[in-house]
């Protein structure tokens, strides 16, 4: 059976860097897909752009969500993927290091299935990121949107 892909959309390339091996050592073996700003994320999910032709039904199982990003702000990303019948029901984590309120309060308004603040030392960051891995791809169960 082949595992859904994790969404990682991060403009930090050592963050980036930092995500993949922090599931690396927590054994996270789905694929994981970066996209390293707003637009990249919505064209991969849509199947537009440089994702033209992709199947739009074989959609992540989550994705984790930085909010301060290039050209697409997070919470504008996240606002799309709500409105979107097609992936209103995908997770979303909001992964950032935002401690702002009111990005916090933004993100719930818009459903975010949880907020995240990215922890500084990379022993917590791999904690954190094998308990997100763990849930998001082996604990939750999907929504099905099909009959």
Do not use: C
Not at 56 to 74: A, E, M, N, Y
Not at 77 to 91: F, M, S
Not at 96 to 115: C, P, R
């Amino acid at each position: 059976m082949k595992q859904q892909a994790i969404l990682l959309v991060e403009d930090n390339r050592d963050d980036v860097e930092l995500t993949l091996m922090a599931f690396d050592q927590a054994r996270i073996t789905n694929p994981v897909i970066v996209a390293r700003d707003g637009v990249e994320a919505l064209d991969y999910l849509f199947g537009e752009g440089r994702h033209a032709g992709r199947d739009t039904r074989d959609q992540p199982v989550v994705v984790l969500l930085d909010l301060k990003l290039p050209r697409i702000g997070g919470l504008q990303v996240l606002e799309r993927v709500r409105q979107d019948a097609r992936t209103q029901y995908i997770p979303v984590v909001i992964l950032t290091t935002s401690t702002e309120q009111d990005d916090m309060i933004k993100a719930g308004d818009l459903h975010a299935n949880s907020y995240v603040r990215k922890p500084v030392d990379f022993d917590t960051f791999v904690e954190a990121a094998r308990q997100l891995g763990l849930y998001w791809t082996v604990l939750n169960e999907p929504i099905s949107t099909t009959p």
